[in-house]
Nanobody, 118 residues
Framework: QVRLVETGGGLVQPGGSLRLSCRAPNMITSVFWTYNLAWYRQAPGKKRELVAE???????NYADSVLGRFTISKDNSRKTVYLQMNSLRPEDTATYYC?????????WGQGIQVTVSA
């Protein structure tokens, strides 16, 4: 079973920045690139929504609400996907989840809290 470990969440003031990391310590390095990598978030009382994704084609996609503020990136050698979040807003407050998905597998991180508040 692939395990995903998320770090980097916390409390930040509006306008601040955070970088989330999601590492797959027990994944075979050679298969990391075969996964679609994504970040989702879920705020209280709302559905889980896609924030950013990195398909195997290499092209990143973003939700309109974070376009220009968030950047998804990855390090294949470290088996890690990142989400750099700048210009954070109170409405970005949510639990963030990383997702590694292939044609035969769908792995989720445990979720990490991001709170944007003065």
């Amino acid at each position: 079973q692939v395990r995903l470990v998320e770090t980097g969440g916390g409390l930040v003031q509006p306008g601040g920045s955070l970088r989330l990391s999601c590492r797959a310590p027990n994944m075979i390095t050679s298969v990391f690139w075969t996964y679609n990598l994504a970040w989702y978030r879920q705020a209280p009382g709302k559905k889980r929504e896609l924030v950013a994704e990195f398909s195997t084609s290499g092209r990143p996609n973003y939700a309109d609400s974070v376009l220009g503020r968030f950047t998804i990136s990855k390090d294949n050698s470290r088996k890690t996907v990142y989400l750099q979040m700048n210009s954070l807003r109170p409405e970005d407050t949510a639990t963030y989840y990383c997702n590694f998905r292939s044609s035969s597998a769908d792995h989720w991180g445990q979720g990490i809290q991001v709170t944007v508040s003065a």
